[in-house]
T-cell receptor, first 114, second 108 residues
Framework: DTEVTQTPKHLVMGMTNKKSLKCEQHMGHRAMYWYKQKAKKPPELMFVYSYEKLSINESVPSRFSPECPNSSLLNLHLHALQPEDSALYLC?????????????FGQGTRLTVV | GIQVEQSPPDLILQEGANSTLRCNFSDSVNNLQWFHQNPWGQLINLFYIPSGTKQNGRLSATTVATERYSLLYISSSQTTDSGVYFCAVVYNNNDMRFGAGTRLTVKP
């Protein structure tokens, strides 16, 4: 099973709302990633968790708050977003260390901020 | 940080034609992958190829890590091959960065 599951698939939220995106994998991967993708652009790295610890934060605004409660789950908490934050949010996971470190992506959450 | 450059940015082919997509990267990498993004945004794994050559049906890929480039070959292209092809590299073990992509259009 090489599945990474993201929920919800679509989300519309107001600028004063608080919402969360969820990502789950059961491949035993120890690295999990959040990417943001705007239309006609490549995915941009936001955060990386390695062994459930935040290892990379690409200077993302604090209105995006990641959380890795265990090795299978990754959340992205959203509050006070701006319309320019509307994008496709992609989660990925991969193994760490020597050997096969192929990454797999979820289907994404298409977020619209109104 | 590492630079990942893909070429060409856009490619239009007639069905049945062959094509070569290129990915250049500026530093040593732990891993390199090719993805195809479908119209719904799903990134589909094509190849995990940190070095060497792999083939899967009409697609094949070659990575020459010492010269910091990878090539994706598509033979006998079909309209269903249309979409965006991304190269992604991993360096420092867990930092995965994408190139800008090649947008392929295959016309019937």
């Amino acid at each position: 099973d090489t599945e990474v599951t993201q929920t919800p698939k679509h989300l519309v939220m107001g600028m004063t709302n608080k919402k969360s995106l969820k990502c789950e994998q059961h491949m035993g991967h120890r690295a999990m990633y959040w990417y943001k993708q705007k239309a006609k652009k490549p995915p941009e790295l936001m955060f990386v968790y390695s062994y459930e610890k935040l290892s990379i934060n690409e200077s993302v605004p604090s209105r995006f708050s990641p959380e890795c409660p265990n090795s299978s789950l990754l959340n992205l908490h959203l509050h006070a977003l701006q319309p320019e934050d509307s994008a496709l949010y992609l989660c990925a996971s991969s193994q760490l260390g020597a050997g096969d470190t192929e990454a797999f992506f979820g289907q994404g959450t298409r977020l619209t901020v109104v | 940080g590492i630079q990942v450059e893909q070429s060409p940015p856009d490619l239009i082919l007639q069905e049945g034609a062959n094509s070569t997509l290129r990915c250049n990267f500026s530093d040593s990498v732990n891993n390199l992958q090719w993805f195809h993004q479908n119209p719904w945004g799903q990134l589909i794994n094509l190849f995990y190829i940190p070095s060497g050559t792999k083939q899967n049906g009409r697609l094949s890929a070659t990575t020459v890590a010492t010269e910091r480039y990878s090539l994706l070959y598509i033979s006998s292209s079909q309209t269903t091959d249309s979409g965006v092809y991304f190269c992604a590299v991993v360096y420092n073990n867990n930092d995965m960065r994408f190139g800008a992509g090649t947008r392929l259009t295959v016309k019937p």
